[in-house]
């Protein structure tokens, strides 16, 4: 990770234009994803297997399409324990928020006396986009998967270009049973459409990079989409007894997806960003890092709204 260090001393917006020009910006794929979306659309399993080959393998043999069962099962009885117990935790967490948001069914009577039932139905078959990229996210199935389970989602289906046999571990873990190997634009094309082997969805979720962000445009409409993600950043605004060791933890892990990756570490406290710096420093080929001196709490404060990341962190002293 390349690190640098920055002082905030007047506008944070002027600071923010600046960090935010450190990345590189995204170049347009979108006439890229159109054509491959098309070919899928219209090609079917055929053309889905030459991008699973050329774009997902290298031009080696992908393997067979969808994972099966006794390979799920084989990787999820093969986690460390310590793991496995962490990914436990997470899917029942996942699972409480989960639950606590589902409302139950709700009338209103109108001054006319007509009366209106309001009830959410889950829709019958959901897809979660598990990201290749240079680490293994079972924490993306456990997110998607755990949360359309507990919204009463009847078919939850996985799609990977990951090998990480810690996803399909999650997968295993959620429930899932119906895993592809497949990633990228040509993915999301066979999930909306559907090909002599997968079925349609009706939602597809989970981040990806900027193909398959663009790819989950071009269907939107002919299935549900969670949302367009941009480019992925985190801010974490220390002070007091904060930990740096764990804020570093968080920042590298979040720099992970990738050289368009922005994570901003901001205090007051002089002594806690050097103790950040060099546990930034040696983290190889991930995105860029900032520790931003700010004057005071109330000006960090500041500059993390003006940021606004897509995650935010504020590590404060211990209640």
Do not use: W
């Amino acid at each position: 990770m390349r690190c640098e260090r920055r002082t905030l001393t007047g506008d944070p917006a002027a600071l923010t234009a600046e960090l935010r020009g450190l990345v590189p910006g995204a170049s347009s794929v979108a006439e890229t994803v159109v054509e491959i979306v098309l070919r899928v659309r219209h090609g079917g399993e055929e053309a889905l297997e030459h991008f699973r080959r050329e774009l997902d393998a290298g031009g080696r043999d992908p393997g067979p399409l969808r994972v099966a069962r006794e390979e799920i099962e084989a990787a999820l009885a093969a986690v460390e324990p310590d793991v496995l117990a962490a990914l436990k935790l997470a899917a029942d967490n996942v699972r409480a928020v989960a639950e606590a948001g589902l409302d139950a069914e709700r009338e209103a009577t109108l001054p006319q006396g007509q009366r209106v039932t309001l009830r959410e139905v889950p829709v019958a078959r959901a897809a979660v986009y598990v990201p290749g990229g240079r680490a293994p996210y079972p924490s993306t199935v456990v997110m998607g998967a755990v949360t359309a389970r507990a919204a009463g989602v009847r078919e939850v289906v996985v799609c990977t270009p990951s090998e990480s046999p810690l996803v399909l571990a999650a997968c295993a873990l959620a429930g899932v049973e119906e895993v592809y190997r497949m990633g990228g634009a040509h993915a999301i094309a066979a999930l909306a459409h559907g090909t002599e082997t997968i079925r349609p969805v009706d939602v597809i979720v989970g981040p990806g990079n900027l193909y398959v962000q663009e790819a989950k445009l071009v269907v939107r409409g002919e299935v549900g989409i969670d949302g367009f993600a941009g480019p992925s950043d985190l801010l974490v605004l220390l002070d007091g007894d904060a930990d740096p060791r764990l804020a570093a933890l968080d920042l590298r892990a979040q720099a992970e997806h990738g050289a368009d990756s922005l994570v901003v570490a901001v205090s007051p406290d002089e002594a806690l960003l050097d103790a950040l710096s060099p546990a930034l420093d040696p983290a190889p080929e991930t995105g860029v890092g900032v520790l931003v001196q700010a004057p005071d709490l109330e000006a960090a404060l500041a500059f993390a709204e003006v940021f606004a990341p897509e995650h935010l962190q504020l590590i404060g002293p211990a209640a």
